[in-house]
């Protein structure tokens, strides 16, 4: 036999016994010679991975490390609940970003991915880490060259902003290997462009939000619903509304979702639940923060003051001068960690009109990014009118639509730049949308609703 045709069947292979002798220098798969021209060019540093002969047996036995830690995350996955942002994500693109703050479960989709699409055992797919040990010795190309050069094809890297020159490497990967689907997760601060590697014309790129209500509903209560759009709620609420209080009361469910059901980590352990939180905000601001956004370590405190603050406020007052008085941080530098927090996914700005949005420009509104991280934070019961207008841009924003401030009494949101509506409870009238085409009120404490007055809960159905 050849010693290509050795070599080619070996490759192929996916479980093949290595029993090879060390090709010569000299030989056409040396690695000199299979490394790429391109990469030459670029004076990349060539990965240690390169299947020559010496390092052959070495490198199987290296993927067949990975190879277990795989087999154990995917072991202990549960396939109970998928969450609909799997039909959402275009999984044949080549590559995939799936961003998100901590805790809302991209690891999981990632894993579940995987276990619905491949046998246990096909080790045509890798799930790994960059958040592990593993990494501190081994390159991303390195990892992505062997398993190529094993027959890989879907390469999944978790945590993949844990790992400092990811966006070169991860360009280099996706240069050289045509034929390799590459799935990402990573932290909401994540930088696709961050000068290194520009992978914006390379990647697509998913934001991932915590629970909707319908989500919530279907966890807590084992209630499946299929999401809807805004145009169906708008257009068919009393039906659609009657349709789902056919089958259960939603206002039951409802205040508990807006204190506790946004993070899926509430159903591990249910009495941690604001500890965990806690340490998610504290993790984000001490850790993400300065890392990816070079905030001084001497300001996180600073910084948990101002989200602290912000916890305490009434959405319509916005007073930067007060903010940077109560945290000692000048006015720009105030409008600077504003946009980090909202980076963050632990604050959301709102403007009147966001085309005219000038770097640090006051917002003309600002809530935390949802109702929970308001009764986590804030020291007090917060005011209900708050966290109704939190849920509510939450829930709008994380399903894809465009939210703006409406206007000083014009209504309280602007949504897709066509729609008005006004978020309160169930006296809440029609006065402060007057002359407002297209307006509707969202209210609380309702089941049906009536004319263009809907429920506030029917809202989170839109994911």
């Known amino acids: 036999m050849s010693r290509w045709l050795f070599y080619k069947l070996m490759q192929k292979s996916l ?37 020559s002969g010496e390092h052959l047996v070495t490198d199987y036995k290296d993927m067949e490390r990975l190879f277990e830690r795989h087999d154990a995350y995917l072991s202990i996955v549960s396939m109970e609940y998928v969450r609909n942002m799997m039909q959402r994500i275009n999984w044949n693109s080549r590559l995939i970003v799936i961003r998100g703050p901590k805790g809302v479960g991209k690891s999981t989709l990632m894993k579940q991915y995987i276990k619905s699409h491949f046998e246990d055992g096909d080790r045509h797919v890798l799930y790994c880490s960059a958040d592990t040990n593993y990494f501190a010795t ?18 999944f890297i978790d945590e993949v902003h844990k790992y400092p020159s990811w966006s070169q490497e991860v360009k280099d990967i996706y240069d050289l290997y045509g034929n390799l689907h590459i799935v990402l997760s990573g932290s909401s601060l994540i930088q ?27 966890l807590e209560a084992g209630l499946d619903f299929e999401p809807v759009t805004l145009d169906h709620v708008l257009d068919n609420a009393s039906k659609f509304c009657a349709g789902v209080c056919s089958l259960c009361h939603p206002l039951e469910h409802f205040a508990r ?63 930067v001068a007060k903010l940077s008085k109560a945290t000692g941080i000048v006015r720009t530098t105030v409008l600077k960690y504003l946009t ?12 009147t009109d966001l085309k005219r949005v000038t ?29 109704r207008e939190t849920y509510f841009a939450n829930q709008l924003a994380s399903s894809g ?18 729609t008005v509506i006004e978020v309160g409870g169930a006296d809440k009238g ?32 839109l994911y």
Request: one cysteine or more; aromatic letters at 14%.
């Open 138 to 155: 081994h390159s991303l190309v390195e990892v992505a060259d062997k398993f190529v050069k094993i027959g890989g094809q879907w390469l």
């Open 340 to 351: 980090y927090l909202e980076e963050a996914c632990l604050i959301r700005r709102l403007f």
């Open 257 to 319: 979702y807006l204190q506790y059901g946004y993070y899926p980590f509430y159903f591990e352990g249910k009495q941690e639940y604001y500890d965990k939180l806690e340490n998610v905000v504290n993790y984000i601001i001490d850790v993400e923060l300065t890392k990816y956004r070079s905030v001084e370590v001497g300001n996180t405190r600073k910084v948990k003051a101002l989200l602290h603050v912000i916890s305490q406020m009434t959405p319509y007052e916005v007073d």
């Open 430 to 461: 029609f006065s402060q949308l007057e002359g407002q085409a297209h307006s509707f009120v969202a209210a609380d404490d309702i089941e049906s609703a009536s004319m263009r007055k809907i429920p506030l809960w029917a809202f989170g159905f």
């Open 192 to 218: 696709i462009n961050d000068g290194q590697a520009d992978l914006s014309r390379r990647i697509v790129v998913y934001d991932m939000p915590g629970l909707s209500f319908r989500e919530f509903l279907r």
């Open 401 to 418: 639509h465009t939210v703006e401030y409406a206007g000083y009494k014009k209504g309280d949101f602007r949504i897709d730049g066509n």
């Open 359 to 387: 770097d640090l420009q006051k917002p003309d509104k600002m809530y935390l990014d949802n109702s929970n991280l308001l009764y986590a934070l804030c020291s007090q019961q917060p005011e209900i009118g708050t966290v």
């Open 15 to 51: 479980d093949f016994q290595l029993l090879f002798v060390p090709l010569h220098p000299e030989s056409v798969f040396c690695k000199e010679q299979i490394w790429t021209k391109s990469v030459l060019q670029k004076e990349h540093k060539r990965p240690k991975s390169v299947l």
